[in-house]
C-alpha cells in the first residue's frame, strides 16, 4: 500500500496522533491517501466507531466510501464516511433540542422551498407575475443573512 503514496501522502496515511485536516488541489491524491491512512488506522486496532472521515461533495464521499470498503471490507459500514451537510444534519436528528428544534423537524430544500413559496403566495392572493417566488426566496435569505427579526 505504502509504495503507492508519495513522501508527504505517506507521512499523513501514517500520522495517528489525532484527527487530521487534508487540503490539496484536486487531483493530487486526497482520496487516496484518506482512504489509506483509514485502513491503516483499521490495522492499528482502532474501532470503526471511531473514524470520521469528511468531504464535500456526494460524489467524493461515495468514491471514499467504496475505496475504503475495498481496502477493509465490511467494517467499513461502521464509519462516518460523509459530507460536513450529511454529518451536520445528522447531529440535528440525534440532537435537535440542543440548537432549540424539535424533534420532528423539517429542513426544506430548495424544491420544497419554492413550492412552499407559491403556495403562500396564491394563499395571500398576491400576483405571482409581480412577486416572483424565486425573488420573494431571495429576499427571505438576505433577510436571514442579515440576521433581521421578522417580529417587527
Known amino acids: 500500500m505504502a509504495d503507492t503514496l508519495n513522501k508527504k501522502q505517506q507521512q499523513a496515511v501514517n ?3 489525532g484527527p487530521l ?6 487531483g493530487s491524491g486526497k ?8 485502513a491503516h488506522l483499521i490495522d ?3 474501532s470503526p466507531w471511531n473514524i470520521l472521515a469528511v468531504t464535500f461533495t456526494n460524489k467524493a464521499a461515495r468514491e471514499m466510501r467504496t475505496r475504503v470498503e475495498n481496502l477493509v471490507g465490511e467494517v467499513a459500514n461502521d464509519m ?14 440525534m440532537y435537535p433540542e440542543r440548537v432549540g428544534y424539535k424533534p420532528d ?8 422551498q419554492k413550492t412552499l413559496v407559491k ?17 420573494l426566496l431571495s429576499v427571505i435569505s438576505s433577510c436571514k443573512e442579515k ?3 421578522i417580529r417587527k
Open 15 to 17: 500520522y495517528t496522533e
Open 21 to 26: 485536516l487534508l487540503l490539496a488541489g484536486a
Open 31 to 38: 482520496t487516496k491517501t484518506m482512504t489509506h491512512r483509514i
Open 44 to 46: 492499528l486496532g482502532v
Open 80 to 93: 462516518w464516511i460523509t459530507t460536513f451537510h450529511s454529518m451536520c444534519l445528522r447531529f440535528l436528528y
Open 105 to 112: 423537524f423539517v429542513i426544506y430544500d430548495g424544491t420544497d
Open 119 to 135: 403556495n403562500i403566495i396564491k394563499d395571500c392572493g398576491i400576483n405571482e407575475k409581480e412577486f416572483k417566488p424565486q425573488y
Open 147 to 149: 440576521e433581521m427579526d
